[in-house]
C-alpha cells in the first residue's frame, strides 16, 4: 500500500518580545494583539486589539496583519502578508518605535539518550514564566522547594535542576515516586539544553532563552488521531483501517459501530495499551507513542466490568485506590481530602458509606470513574460505561460524562447505546473493517446516512457488506470540515514503538503489599459467606477424620485418617485461591497500568489466604487428631511430636494447594470454569496421594506423582507415624515411608519447592495478562 506523502513541516522558531518569549511550534496560528487571549499579548495602544497572525505553510512561516489599525512591520516596511523566518524583526504599531519581536531558531535538542527524540511540542502560552537562575532549583510538592508544584502525583522532594558554572543545566531526579520525564521518557539524571520538555507531574518546563517556562495540563487538551492503522495475522486482517479524526478540548467523543469494527483496538491504540501498527496520536501536539511513559500518567480508562472490589464501602474502596496511586509521601489527610473533592464532584456523598455491591448498576459505574479521578487525568476514557442499564442509568451516565467534559477533560466513550448520544458533542461511526463510517455532529449522522433509526443503519452495515462507507464519508462536506479543516496538526511521520515497560512504582513495594494486605483483609472480612465457609470447612473435615480415626491409629484406620486430611487440606488451600486472581483480573489490570507491582499484588494473596490456609490446617488437624493415640514408634515423631509434625505437613499441603489453585485462577479466563477444575484437582490428589495404589516402580505414574503436593505430604505423615510399621505390605513398603530424617526432610522439602514453583508460575501467568506496554 502506497504510503501518504508528508507536507514539509515549518521549523519551530521562537519568537522573543520585550515581555517574555513564545515558542511556535508548525502545529497551529499564533495571534498577536492587545487582546489578553492572543498567544502574544502587547500592552502597547498603537497595537490593535487583534494586530497580526503568525502562520506555518508549505515549510515556513508567514506574517499576516489582520487589519490593525496602526500597520504591521517586517524588515521595516509595511506588510499585509510576508514570509517570515529566523533573524526577521517585526514591529507594531509603528516602524520606529513601536513593540518589537524577534524570530530566532530553537536550539537543537542534544544527542544521545533520552533526548535524541524529537522536541515535544507544546501549542500553549507558559503557565508561567520565571528568570532562570545560575544555581540550582528544588521542585516538589513540600511548601519550601524554590518550585513549588500543588499536584499530588508529585513528590513532596521530586527533582532538582541543577546549573553547571559554564552555563549548562541538568534535571536531576531526587528519589521522586512517580518519575521525571525528559522529552517524554523516564530519567534519573540528564542534561538539558533549549528545547527539552521536562516533565514532572502535570506541569512540564522548558528552558527558553535565560527563562524557565512552565505549562501545567489542566485537562483541557486536545487529541489528533492521524491514520491509525492496526492489524494481526501478519498484515493479513486489518482491525483498523488509516483512521483520523481530531478531537476538541472540553470535547464529549462517542464511538459506535457493529460488532467486530475496531472499537475496542480503537480504544487500545488511543490510550497505548495496544499501540497501532501505523500512525500517530498527538496528545496536545504531544507524540503519546513517543511520550507514552509520561502522558499515559495523565490517561483515565473505565473498562467495561467495575474496577472495583464490591464488599469494601465507596469511601474504603477510593482511599485504598488514592493509597495506591499517591507518592509515598502523601500525607493521610491530603488523600482524604481529594477523595471527599471527587465523591462531591460525582454527587456519591450520600452514597460514601454504603457498600460497592449495594449500589445501583449507574452509581456503580460512577464509583468506577471516581478511581479515576483520583490522580485528575486529562483524557478520560470509557468502555461500554452504559452496559447492561436501563435507559434511565443510561442517560444519567451520560449526564455525567458530559459534565465531565464541561469541567475541563476530554472524553471518549465506547458504547453499544444509541439513547443518549444527544448528549456528545461528536459521534465516530466505525464502519466494518474498521473504517471512519461518520465522524461529526451526533445529530446529524442518520441524516447522512439516510435512515430515520439507528436500528435501520445498523441492519445496513450488516446487509451492505460491499458499500463503500469510508469512501462515501470522505467525499462529504462532514469529512472536510469536521476533519480536514479541524485538525490542526500537520501529518506527523510513525510514531516510534511505544517501549514495553511499567510505569514507576508511586509507592515501594513494601508501601505496596501493607496497603494490599490491609484491603485484602477487608475485602475478605466483608465477605460473610467466605467468612462461614471458611471457618466451617475445617471442623466439618477434621470430624470426618476424627470418626474414621477413632481412638488410636492402627491398621487401615491410619490410612484413611491421613488420607482424609489430606483430601481435607488441599480441598481447604485450593478452594481459598482458585477463584482470586481471575475475578480481580480487570482491577489488576487497571492498577497494574498506574503502577501497581506485580509481586507486590501476588504477595499480598499469598500473605492472606496463606495465613488463613494455615489456620484452618491447624483447626483441621487439631480436630481430627487432638487426644489420638498416634501410635508413632517410641512415641515420637521423627523430629518433634507426632501431632505437632503432622500438624505442619498438613499446613504445608493446605498452603501447597493454595498455592496451586492461585496457578488455576491466573490461568482460566472465566471464574466458572474454576469448580470443575478444582474438582479435578482434588481427585488427582487423592489418586496420587500413595494411599490408594502403589507408586513407588510404577512407570509414568510414580514421576507424574512427583508433582502432587499430596504425595509428598502423605509420605511425611506416614513417616511420623511408622505407616510401614503399623500397616506392613507391598503398599507401604514405599521408599518414601521410612521413619527417618533424611526422608522426612525431603517429603517436606519438596512441598516448599512445589510452592515456590507454583508461585512463579502465577507471576508469569499474570504477566502474560497484562498488556505488553506493562510488562517488564
Same mark, same amino acid.
Given at each position: 500500500? =502506497? ?106 535538542? %542534544? ?9 515535544? @511540542? ?49 534535571? $536531576? ?47 483541557? /487538551? ?31 467523543? =462517542? !464511538? ?45 480508562? /473505565? ?33 482524604? =481530602? ?17 457498600? !460497592? ?61 444509541? +439513547? ?20 461529526? %455532529? ?32 470522505? =467525499? ?39 496497603? +494490599? ?30 470418626? &474414621? ?14 488420607? $482424609? &486430611? ?27 497500568? !498506574? ?61 501447597? @494447594? ?45 514421576? &507424574? ?17 511408622? &505407616? ?53
Amino acid at each position: 500500500m =502506497a504510503e501518504r506523502p508528508v507536507a514539509p513541516t515549518a521549523p519551530e522558531l521562537v519568537l522573543e518580545t520585550e515581555t517574555g518569549s513564545t515558542v511556535m511550534t508548525p502545529g497551529r496560528a499564533y495571534h498577536v494583539g492587545r487582546d489578553p487571549l492572543s498567544d502574544v499579548v502587547l500592552d502597547d495602544a498603537r497595537v490593535s486589539w487583534h494586530h497580526a497572525v503568525l502562520r506555518p505553510k508549505d515549510g515556513h512561516w508567514t506574517l499576516h496583519d489582520d487589519h490593525s489599525t496602526n500597520g504591521t512591520y517586517a524588515d521595516g516596511r509595511r506588510i499585509d502578508d510576508w514570509d517570515v523566518g529566523p533573524g526577521s524583526v517585526i514591529r507594531f504599531g509603528n516602524p520606529a518605535d513601536g513593540p518589537r519581536a524577534v524570530l530566532v531558531s530553537r536550539s537543537p535538542a %542534544p544527542t544521545g539518550p533520552p533526548a535524541a527524540a524529537a522536541p515535544t @511540542a507544546l501549542f500553549r502560552q507558559p503557565t508561567t514564566v520565571r528568570p532562570l537562575p545560575a544555581r540550582t532549583i528544588r521542585i516538589g510538592r513540600a511548601e519550601d522547594n524554590d518550585l513549588v508544584l500543588d499536584d499530588l502525583v508529585v513528590s513532596r522532594r521530586h527533582a532538582e535542576l541543577r546549573a553547571h558554572a559554564d552555563g549548562t543545566y541538568e534535571i $536531576v531526579d531526587v528519589g521522586s515516586h512517580n518519575g521525571t520525564f525528559l522529552n517524554g521518557q523516564l530519567v534519573e539524571r540528564a542534561p538539558i539544553g533549549p528545547g527539552d520538555v521536562v516533565g514532572i507531574g502535570h506541569s512540564a518546563f522548558r528552558l527558553v532563552g535565560d527563562q524557565l517556562q512552565e505549562y501545567v495540563d489542566t485537562g483541557e /487538551v486536545s487529541l489528533d488521531v492521524q491514520d491509525l492503522t492496526v492489524t494481526v495475522d501478519q498484515g493479513r486482517k486489518i482491525l483498523l483501517d488509516h483512521v483520523s479524526f481530531p478531537v476538541g478540548e472540553k470535547c464529549l467523543l =462517542a !464511538v459506535v459501530g457493529p460488532s467486530g469494527s475496531g472499537k475496542t483496538t480503537l480504544l487500545n491504540a488511543l490510550t497505548g495499551q495496544r499501540p497501532a501498527g501505523h500512525g500517530t496520536v498527538l496528545y496536545d501536539g504531544r507524540d503519546l507513542y513517543r511520550d507514552y511513559a509520561e502522558l499515559r500518567q495523565r490517561i483515565g480508562l /473505565v473498562p467495561q466490568d467495575d474496577i472495583l472490589h464490591v464488599q469494601l464501602t465507596v469511601r474504603d474502596a477510593l482511599a485504598y485506590a488514592a493509597e495506591l496511586r499517591f507518592p509515598q509521601d502523601t500525607a493521610p489527610e491530603e488523600r482524604r =481530602a481529594r477523595v471527599e473533592e471527587v465523591l462531591r464532584e460525582l454527587g456519591l456523598e450520600q452514597r460514601a458509606g454504603q457498600p !460497592v455491591h449495594s449500589l445501583s448498576g449507574g452509581q456503580r459505574k460512577r464509583v468506577s470513574v471516581a478511581l479515576e479521578l483520583l490522580t485528575k487525568p486529562s483524557l478520560l476514557f470509557l468502555d461500554e460505561p452504559t452496559s447492561g442499564l436501563d435507559p434511565g442509568m443510561d442517560r444519567s451516565v451520560m449526564q455525567t460524562l458530559r459534565g465531565l467534559a464541561d469541567d475541563g477533560r476530554t472524553v471518549i466513550v465506547v458504547t453499544h447505546s444509541v +439513547l443518549s448520544l444527544d448528549v456528545c458533542d461528536r459521534l465516530l461511526v466505525l464502519a466494518p473493517g474498521g473504517r471512519i463510517g461518520y465522524y461529526g %455532529p451526533p445529530e446529524e449522522t442518520l441524516d447522512f446516512f439516510g435512515f430515520a433509526h439507528w436500528p435501520e443503519a445498523f441492519e445496513a452495515f450488516e446487509r451492505d457488506r460491499d458499500r463503500d462507507w469510508a469512501e462515501q464519508y470522505r =467525499a462529504s462536506r462532514f469529512h472536510r470540515q469536521y476533519v480536514v479543516d479541524a485538525t490542526a496538526q500537520p501529518p506527523q511521520p510513525d510514531s516510534v514503538p511505544v517501549v514495553a515497560a511499567p510505569p514507576p512504582r508511586p509507592r515501594s513495594r513494601g508501601a505496596q503489599l501493607g496497603t +494490599l494486605i490491609r484491603r485484602y483483609t477487608s475485602v475478605l472480612a466483608a465477605d460473610r459467606t467466605f467468612l462461614i465457609v471458611m471457618i466451617a470447612l475445617p471442623f466439618v473435615m477434621g470430624a470426618m477424620a476424627r470418626v &474414621l480415626a477413632g481412638g488410636e491409629l492402627v491398621a487401615d484406620k491410619a490410612t484413611s485418617a491421613l488420607l $482424609v &486430611l489430606c483430601v481435607g487440606a488441599v480441598l481447604t488451600g485450593a478452594a481459598n485461591a482458585v477463584r482470586e486472581l481471575v475475578k480481580e483480573r480487570v482491577i489488576y489490570q487497571r492498577e497494574r497500568a !498506574v503502577g501497581l507491582s506485580r509481586s507486590a499484588y501476588l504477595m499480598s494473596k499469598v500473605v492472606v489466604l496463606g495465613t488463613v490456609t494455615v489456620l484452618q490446617a491447624v483447626v483441621l488437624t487439631l480436630v481430627a487428631l487432638l487426644g489420638v493415640d498416634l501410635n508413632a514408634p517410641g512415641g515420637r515423631g521423627v523430629f518433634l511430636p507426632p501431632l505437632a509434625e503432622i500438624t505442619l505437613a498438613v499446613a504445608l499441603l493446605a498452603f501447597t @494447594a493454595m498455592m496451586f489453585g492461585l496457578v488455576v485462577s491466573a490461568l482460566v479466563r472465566r471464574e466458572e470454569v474454576t469448580m470443575p477444575l478444582l474438582v479435578l484437582l482434588a481427585i488427582v490428589q487423592v489418586v496420587l496421594c500413595g494411599a490408594l495404589v502403589t507408586l513407588h516402580g510404577v512407570p509414568v505414574l510414580e514421576q &507424574l506423582s512427583w508433582l502432587v503436593p499430596s504425595r509428598w505430604a502423605f509420605a511425611a505423615m506416614a513417616d511420623t507415624i511408622g &505407616l510401614a510399621r503399623i500397616l506392613p505390605g507391598p503398599q507401604t513398603a514405599d521408599p518414601l515411608f521410612r521413619h527417618t530424617p533424611g526422608v522426612w526432610l525431603i517429603n517436606m522439602g519438596m512441598l516448599v519447592v512445589l510452592s515456590v514453583l507454583c508461585g512463579y508460575l502465577v507471576s508469569r501467568l499474570l504477566r502474560l495478562r497484562e498488556p505488553a506496554v506493562m510488562r517488564k
